[in-house]
Every structure is written in structure tokens, then in C-alpha cells.
């Protein structure tokens, strides 16, 4: 079956500019899960959807940074003002829930964003 | 202190070499732990869960210390196929119940012939 898709793979933008990164996550999954990944560096965590809600983003570095689901299935990922640190690779997980601890997040190919 | 840590490498082994990774986690209440394995410009993809009896899935196989919060993988009769890097997860389990897993910055395996 499909797996999660993310577009764009690439997104290249200037310092200021606002971004959205979309995430189509499998279908049938409740919990969604974004990921930020540095070079040279693991996946870290920003925000988690259960459903339309977001039941934790703590992850989010600043309130430039912000995310929805309104239908609890696409997620875009919104990033306004943008600055260099902000270059990396978004990934977007899903799993079918988030009951067991055990439950298996499937990631997506992930979005390169560089900002110039 | 990162919450999950590894020993970068790279491990440069010769094909049917074994080979083992070691990580450490800061979070005693931690309630999951996995190895995902990240090919270069790929996505995190889960190797395999790790249990506190130890698990095995043919060449690999994975230890927990919770003591010691240690996690470890062993990988026997290494292939060219497994070059990659490989990601220790610890998964905190919040009090809402919810996932949120948490990467070590990764250990890149190089197998040559």
C-alpha cells in the first residue's frame, strides 16, 4: 500500500519567506508526527497529532512554527519568516494509533528545505 | 546531556565481520526502545524493537539494560547492504499517554569487501 508522502521533496526559499510543507500520512493512521533532521544528526521531535488535535508541541522551536490536521488526516507543516537555521529535512510520521508504546511510526521521504 | 546517546563512528568492517553499536539513554521512565536504520538521503525506517528479554531477527540482535539504560545491536555476518547509519530511539511515553520518540544522532556502519 501507499506509504506517506510529503511534498515538495525540496522547497528552496529566501530569509522571511513563509513555507508550508504538506503531509499525506497512511491511510487510516491517527497519530502524525513531525520530525526536524540537522545534518549529521537524528530526527528530532516537534509536533504530535492524535486525530485534529495536537496533543503535544513542545517540539516546536518558536511560535514561527505552527501545524495543522482540520480533518485528521493531511497535515501541513506552516513556518513563517524563515531564517537559515531553519534548513533541514522535515519528516513526517504515522502510526495506526498511539495506544502501545510499541506502535510503529512510518516515515515519509521528507521535505529538504534550504533557506538562502 | 543528550537524552539518547551514541558513538558516531564510522565502524569501517569487512563484509562477514561482526559488528556491535552501543547507546545510552538519560530517561529511567523511558518505556520503548527501538534501532531504525537511515540509508544516506532516506527516510528512518525501524530495524527492529528491542525487548527487555533481548530480541533476535536473524543476523541481528538487540539487548536492553534498563539498569544500566543501556541499548545495544549486534549485527553478525555483516553484508555491503547493511552500510548505513543506525539510529538508537527511546520512545518517553508521556503521562498523556502519547508516542514521542526520541533519535540519537546515529552510528554510520561502512562494510567494504
Known amino acids: 500500500g501507499a506509504g506517506v508522502s510529503q511534498t515538495p521533496s525540496n522547497k528552496v526559499t529566501e530569509k522571511g519567506k513563509y513555507v508550508e510543507l504538506r503531509c499525506d500520512p497512511i491511510?487510516?493512521?491517527?497519530?502524525l508526527y513531525w520530525y526536524r533532521q540537522s545534518l549529521g544528526q537524528g530526527p528530532e521531535f516537534l509536533i504530535y497529532f492524535q486525530g485534529t488535535g495536537a496533543a503535544d508541541d513542545s517540539g516546536l522551536p518558536n511560535d514561527r512554527f505552527f501545524a495543522v490536521r482540520p480533518e485528521g488526516s493531511v497535515s501541513t507543516l506552516k513556518i513563517q519568516r524563515t531564517e537559515r537555521g531553519d534548513s533541514a529535512v522535515y519528516l513526517c510520521?504515522?502510526?495506526?494509533?498511539?495506544?502501545?508504546?510499541?506502535?510503529?511510526?512510518?516515515f515519509g521521504p521528507g521535505t529538504r528545505l534550504t533557506v538562502l | 546531556r543528550k537524552e539518547v546517546e551514541q558513538d558516531p563512528g564510522p565502524f569501517n568492517v569487512p563484509e562477514g565481520a561482526t559488528v556491535a553499536f552501543n547507546c545510552t539513554y538519560s530517561?529511567?521512565?523511558?518505556?520503548?526502545f527501538f534501532w531504525y536504520r537511515q540509508d544516506c538521503r532516506k527516510e528512518p525506517k525501524l530495524l527492529m524493537s528491542?525487548?527487555?528479554s533481548g530480541n533476535e531477527d536473524g543476523r541481528f540482535t538487540a539487548q536492553l539494560n534498563r539498569a544500566s539504560q543501556y541499548i545495544s545491536l549486534l549485527i553478525r555476518d555483516s553484508k555491503l547492504s547493511d552500510s548505513a547509519t543506525y539510529l538508537c530511539v527511546v520512545n518517553p511515553r508521556g503521562s498523556g499517554g502519547y508516542n514521542k520518540l526520541i533519535f540519537g544522532a546515529g552510528t554510520r556502519l561502512a562494510v567494504h569487501p
Open positions: 491511510s487510516g493512521h491517527t497519530a
Open positions: 510520521a504515522s502510526s495506526r494509533t498511539s495506544e502501545s508504546s510499541y506502535n510503529e511510526q512510518f
Open positions: 528491542v525487548y527487555s
Open positions: 530517561n529511567s521512565a523511558s518505556q520503548s
